[in-house]
C-alpha cells in the first residue's frame, strides 16, 4: 500500500497522467483528444513514448515500415506516410444490434513520414458481428 502511494506521489510530481480514450465519442473527437498529446509534427519517438507511458492501450505498439491504412467503407483504402504505428486499441464498448449485443473496439493508428515526423492520426471504429 505504501509502495502504491509513493507511486502515484511520484507520478504526481513528475507530471505524468494517464489518458483514456472515451470509446463511445465520435471519430473525430477520439482523433482530436489524439492530437492535443501528439500534434501533428511530432516525432516517432516521442509518439511511442507517449504511447507507452500515458496512453491506456492494448496491443504491441512498433513502428511498421509501411503507412498507416486509411480504411474506407467503399473498399479503396488509402495508405497514410511511410511509417506508421498501427492498430492500438484504446477502447472497447457493447453496440446493440438488436437482438444481438456486439463488441465495438476503437483502434489508433499513426501515420509518419520520411523524416519520422507525424503526418495524420487515424481512427476506427470495428464491430466484432457473428
Given amino acids: ?8 506521489i511520484g507520478c504526481c510530481l513528475t507530471g505524468c497522467t494517464t489518458v483514456k480514450i472515451w470509446p463511445r465519442s465520435s471519430e473525430a473527437k477520439i482523433r482530436e483528444t489524439v492530437l492535443k498529446h501528439t500534434p ?3 516525432s516517432t519517438e516521442q509518439v511511442m513514448t507517449f504511447i507507452q507511458t500515458q496512453l491506456r492501450h492494448k496491443g504491441t505498439v512498433k513502428v511498421g515500415k509501411f503507412g498507416a491504412r486509411k480504411r474506407n467503407f467503399r473498399g ?3 495508405i497514410i506516410g511511410v511509417k506508421s504505428i ?3 486499441e484504446v477502447g472497447s464498448h457493447v453496440t446493440i444490434f438488436w437482438p444481438l449485443p456486439l463488441m465495438t473496439y476503437v483502434y489508433v493508428s499513426w501515420a509518419f ?3 519520422d515526423r507525424l503526418i495524420d492520426v487515424l481512427v476506427n ?3 466484432d458481428g457473428p
Avoid at 1 to 8: E, I, K, Q, R, T
Fill in 1 to 8: 500500500m505504501v509502495f502504491l502511494g509513493v507511486a502515484v
Fill in 40 to 42: 501533428l509534427g511530432t
Fill in 76 to 78: 479503396d483504402d488509402q
Fill in 86 to 88: 498501427e492498430g492500438i
Fill in 113 to 115: 513520414d520520411e523524416n
Fill in 125 to 127: 471504429k470495428e464491430i
